[in-house]
Each structure stands twice: as structure tokens, then as C-alpha cells.
């Protein structure tokens, strides 16, 4: 390895240490890029259409992830599941349309379809900032905003996203009510 060079290592005798937090407080005017998950750089966590909820349920709590995207048989994309559709209004609503138990769905009958995703363009991030990224959430009163770049072949790629909770937790404050009240407000149509 004649081209690397070893780091210069030292010993700190000081202790405790303090950790970096990953999340940062940021402002409406920081750059969007400062609450951006970019899977360039993050990992993210896929699932089989085909799984049971419960087991999808799990390996998104062992990943520590409250997202994750749908796969099918061919390995592409084709939608994406929260937790809170795992175990919320979702499956419950799937469970008595279909007249089965809870144990018998899989991912399919829970998961956002990628047509029915709040997508923007990567081109756009260079300009957005976190107040911009907030009024998307409103606008769309969606909890995650899929970030995508034209592929090799011209093709919309998944390049990252924005999560309403990170979002959250950066600025210290809930975006709105309304993105919460938003799926009761589904649920009351569902059952009138």
C-alpha cells in the first residue's frame, strides 16, 4: 500500500468524554441538506413486499429505523412502510377489509405505493432550506419526502429523503398538527 499513509494516533488521558450529537439544532433558513438523509452516505433498510408485518416490524426496530423502503421479486423499489403502518390504523383497516388476522398481512397491504410518494428533485436541494422542506410537509401532509436524480439511463433514482420526525427533532419543535390529525381524519372517512 505504498500510496497511504497512516494516520498520526494519540492518547487522550482526560475522562469522560463527550459525544458529538448527530443532530444538530437548525432554522428555518439552515440549508435543507442539514435535515437531509442522504443515502449516499446512509444506509437504507429494504424490505420484501411478501414479508409479515411482524417480521418487517422487527428488523425495522433491530435497524433502528422507523422507515423502510418495499422491494419486489425483480429487486426494484416499489413503495415504502412506516412503522406506524405496521401497527397503526393502516393494518387494522387492511386486517378487516381483507377478514383476516393481523399475523396473516404482509408489507403489501400496508406500504405507500411509489405513485402515491411526495417526490422532489435533487436539483432543487442546492437552493431549499428547512423552511422550505416544512412547507412541503404541509403542502403534501406526508411524513416523508422522497428526494430522487435522474440514473445513468435517465431513470428517477432514490438518492435520499426527509423525514418529518428528523425534521422535528432538528428544529425542537413539532412542523404541525395538522400532518398528525391529517391520517385521523382518513380513518373517520374510512369508517363512515
Given at each position: 500500500?505504498?500510496?497511504?499513509?497512516?494516520?498520526?494516533?494519540?492518547?487522550?488521558?482526560?475522562?469522560?468524554?463527550?459525544?458529538?450529537?448527530?443532530?444538530?439544532?437548525?432554522?428555518?433558513?439552515?440549508?435543507?441538506?442539514?435535515?437531509?438523509?442522504?443515502?449516499?452516505?446512509?444506509?437504507?433498510?429494504?424490505?420484501?413486499?411478501?414479508e409479515p408485518l411482524e417480521d418487517a416490524r422487527r428488523l425495522m426496530q433491530h435497524a433502528g429505523v422507523r422507515m423502510?423502503?418495499?422491494?419486489?421479486?425483480?429487486?426494484?423499489?416499489?413503495?415504502?412502510?412506516?412503522?406506524?403502518?405496521?401497527?397503526?390504523?393502516?393494518?387494522?383497516?387492511?386486517?378487516?377489509?381483507?377478514?383476516?388476522?393481523?399475523?396473516?398481512?404482509?408489507?403489501?397491504?400496508?406500504?405507500?405505493?411509489?405513485?402515491?410518494?411526495?417526490?422532489?428533485?435533487?436539483?432543487?436541494?442546492?437552493?431549499?432550506?428547512?423552511?422550505?422542506?416544512?412547507?412541503?410537509?404541509?403542502?403534501?401532509?406526508?411524513?416523508?419526502?422522497?428526494?430522487?436524480?435522474?440514473?445513468?439511463?435517465?431513470?428517477?433514482?432514490?438518492?435520499?429523503?426527509?423525514?418529518?420526525?428528523?425534521?422535528?427533532?432538528?428544529?425542537?419543535?413539532?412542523?404541525?398538527?395538522?400532518?398528525?390529525?391529517?391520517?385521523?381524519?382518513?380513518?373517520?372517512?374510512?369508517?363512515?
Amino acid at each position: 500500500m505504498p500510496h497511504y499513509h497512516a494516520l498520526q494516533v494519540r492518547s487522550i488521558l482526560e475522562a469522560p468524554l463527550a459525544l458529538v450529537h448527530a443532530e444538530a439544532h437548525v432554522g428555518f433558513d439552515d440549508p435543507a441538506s442539514a435535515v437531509l438523509t442522504d443515502l449516499r452516505i446512509a444506509s437504507s433498510v429494504v424490505v420484501p413486499v411478501e414479508e409479515p408485518l411482524e417480521d418487517a416490524r422487527r428488523l425495522m426496530q433491530h435497524a433502528g429505523v422507523r422507515m423502510a423502503f418495499v422491494f419486489d421479486a425483480a429487486g426494484g423499489v416499489i413503495g415504502l412502510v412506516t412503522a406506524a403502518d405496521l401497527q397503526g390504523e393502516r393494518a387494522l383497516q387492511a386486517a378487516t377489509r381483507r377478514g383476516v388476522e393481523y399475523g396473516e398481512l404482509s408489507v403489501a397491504d400496508v406500504m405507500t405505493a411509489v405513485a402515491d410518494w411526495a417526490v422532489v428533485d435533487a436539483a432543487a436541494l442546492p437552493r431549499a432550506r428547512v423552511g422550505d422542506i416544512v412547507a412541503t410537509f404541509r403542502a403534501t401532509a406526508q411524513r416523508y419526502l422522497i428526494v430522487v436524480e435522474p440514473g445513468a439511463k435517465g431513470e428517477p433514482v432514490i438518492r435520499g429523503l426527509f423525514s418529518a420526525n428528523r425534521v422535528e427533532r432538528a428544529l425542537g419543535h413539532a412542523i404541525e398538527e395538522e400532518l398528525r390529525s391529517n391520517t385521523f381524519s382518513a380513518l373517520a372517512q374510512a369508517l363512515a
